[in-house]
């Protein structure tokens, strides 16, 4: 009997493929919140398979307080920086991500309405006018800019970037420049040009990062990277938060030297603000857009993830190589 530990309650498609599966005793945390610690290192005592969530913070002591039997760890994420590769490794677990056509769609869907949102001041208005401030139309009244002829700048071109570049090349015109650590000759024939970091930022109106989060990545946003963009530009994390550096943007917000930004995700999460004062100045700032770590948060990405998940699973207990099994670089 293979023991399949899910550590929270995730949408069910994928569930449903696991519990049809003879063999398969699936045991899941069922409260609406992500799981204590404590809890974790008891429930995990003695289980074949791990299904966490990005909650969850997956290292040597969660591994060892499960045992020998532990084999794999099938994150519900397309992120894996909640998992220590190394320590998994070392114990011969195999771990994969969530990785899923529709993730990809649903993360650049949120991060297009993102630069819509910012572009076109969407949120900022949309509080004034509740406020009750409008009194008559204005000729200059809450001015944004259009996309047309404004360039995205991805940091990053796999599947996300690419859905993003495609979609506002397409739709609106929008010229696309990218970088990574390699080069994406589809994007490329599509048009997008590759730049290095630096002169990326010099150049582009919208910068949307789609990195992993990994000890090279960390704080690869900072007030260099802040100070080198246009005052006009607009930044969209929808990746990881300690991507950026929070304490660099919310000074170069208040300085003015870029023009906002769009965040999904939080470099002290589920803080909104990295500010060891607390004073919360992300949610002052009416050129910032916030979501709560939702850019993938639709019905169909949710069930993909799930069915990715237990597609991975399955594989690996019919002892085939498991589609997104991640490997430490
Ligand atoms: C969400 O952030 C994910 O990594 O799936």
Redesign the pocket.
Known sequence: MAKIFVTRDIPDHGLKLLKARKGVQVSIYKENKAIPRGELLKRVKGVDILLPL?TDKIDAGVMDAAGPKLKMIAN?????DNIDLKAAAARNIVVT??AAPE?SES?AEHAIAMIFALAHRIVETDTWTRQGKYKGWGPKLFLGSDLKGKTLGLIGAGAIGSAIARRLRDGFDVEVVYTDIKRNEKLEAEGAKFLKQDQLLRHADFVSLHVPLLPSTHHLISTKELKLMKKTAFLINT??GPIVDEIALVKALLRGDIAGAGLD?YECEPLIDCNPKDTYELRKLPNVVLTP?T??ATVEARQA?SVAAATNILAFLDGKQPPNVLQIK
């Open positions: 990005l519900y994420a397309v992120g894996f991500n969530a993730v993360v990746s990881r995700v770590h850019a993938s993830m």
